[in-house]
């Protein structure tokens, strides 16, 4: 990491996601991917809203917040989907899918070997975020990789 | 962790964000965030589009997409925002935000000290993503941000 001023140097990079429905989605995260609640904190004078709260899938953290369009915080379905794809790297994708469809989420890919060597899956929650549920197969290079997309016909 | 099948387990969570003009994209966050290119792969067949790009801002990675609507990938401008706030823990919020925007981000919120302990302000960049640039001040408890969260006024 260099020392120009204004580099960012980072700690970390969360995704911080507005749901319309926020407790209804912290109890699909803990049954779904087996998230964790770090933090909740509810704001009484938005009739107890939850305005953040932290969440962990093993070490991967994520935020929430309810939505609240005066503030600039639109959720999926005053959006019509979302821009941002989570990719989250499992061990077991087959597993993790199947458990996220049994709590009520979308397949919108379906598991499979991919040509870059992940085995994975789209999934839209019950709340409009997307899920990329992805397990590596094998290492592969950016050689490899890009003949593989190149020699794709779809 | 514990090992009940399907469990995720997760190795990383990495946001991968779909953007109208990856390619220009990419040479924003490389001056507006210092972030480094790791892989970049084009598919000649969709005239050059980059299709998947790594990228990584000190430690912190994330993932980028052209716009693909046949694929479900949809960017910001063609949804009319997003539901997800990349929030960027920084040790310069000032520095980095003032940096982002000489780069062409526009301010939702400017960079101001937070009751939660955090100096932070929001951007959004010229593609229609939402970073929150986030300085942390002081470690504060969770009874500690909730006592602010009630007696905050707006």
Not at 46 to 56: D, P
Not at 81 to 110: C, F, K, Q
Request: proline letters at 6%; a negative charge.
């Amino acid at each position: 990491m260099d020392s120009t001023p204004g580099t960012p140097r980072p700690l970390e990079l969360i995704p911080s996601l507005v749901i319309l429905g926020a407790a209804r989605a912290i109890e699909f995260y803990t049954r779904a991917l087996d998230a964790k609640v770090i933090n909740c904190f509810a704001d009484p004078k938005l009739g107890g809203h939850i305005v953040h709260a932290e969440l962990a899938i093993g070490e991967a953290r994520f935020y929430l917040s309810e939505e609240a369009r005066d503030w600039h915080n639109h959720a999926p379905p005053s959006l019509g989907g979302s821009p941002v794809i989570l990719h989250l790297e499992v061990l077991d994708a087959d597993a993790v899918a199947a458990r996220m469809e049994a709590a009520g989420a979308t397949v919108v890919y379906p598991v499979r070997d991919q040509f870059y060597g992940e085995r994975s899956g789209r999934l839209r929650d019950p709340f409009g975020h997307v899920w990329l549920i992805s397990q590596r197969l094998k290492e592969m290079s950016a050689a490899e990789i890009q003949a593989g997309i190149d020699a794709y016909e779809g």
